[in-house]
């Protein structure tokens, strides 16, 4: 059993900030791309960042410059630190992983944490 736990959402004011973490826990043996997602009402998920094993990291051209994702390979955990919010950033944020449970490589995907940006 994999499991992937998103805290830190939550609501900000424009121009604020949060830092939202992912920890994974259970049976890993590896993890190689961790990444945040987000869904707003009436929206497809749309990835927001993403950063491999070794830290290659990428953005949606909507949050660079403003968002940074990082991640801690020994506490399997994965973060996303969000400045200059704006409206338009109000989402569900769903934490991603591509890893190794055993010999099984598969997606696994958090409930979501709420993120709501307005005044």
């Known amino acids: 059993q994999v499991q992937l736990v998103e805290s830190g959402g939550g609501l900000v004011q424009p121009g604020g900030s949060l830092r939202l973490s992912c920890a994974a826990s259970?049976?890993?043996?590896?993890?190689?791309?961790m990444g945040w997602y987000r869904q707003a009402p009436g929206k497809q998920r749309e990835l927001v960042a993403a950063?491999?094993?070794?830290?290659?990291?990428n953005y949606a051209d909507s949050v660079k410059g403003r968002f940074t994702i990082s991640r801690d390979n020994a506490k399997n955990t994965v973060y996303l630190q969000m400045n200059s919010l704006k409206p338009e950033d109000t989402a569900v944020y769903h934490c991603?992983?591509?890893?190794?449970?055993?010999?099984?490589?598969?997606?696994?995907w958090g409930k979501g944490t709420l993120v709501t940006v307005s005044s």
């Open positions: 991603n992983a591509d890893l190794y449970s055993g010999y099984v490589r598969r997606d696994y």
């Open positions: 259970g049976s890993i043996f590896s993890i190689n791309r």
């Open positions: 950063i491999t094993s070794g830290g290659s990291t």
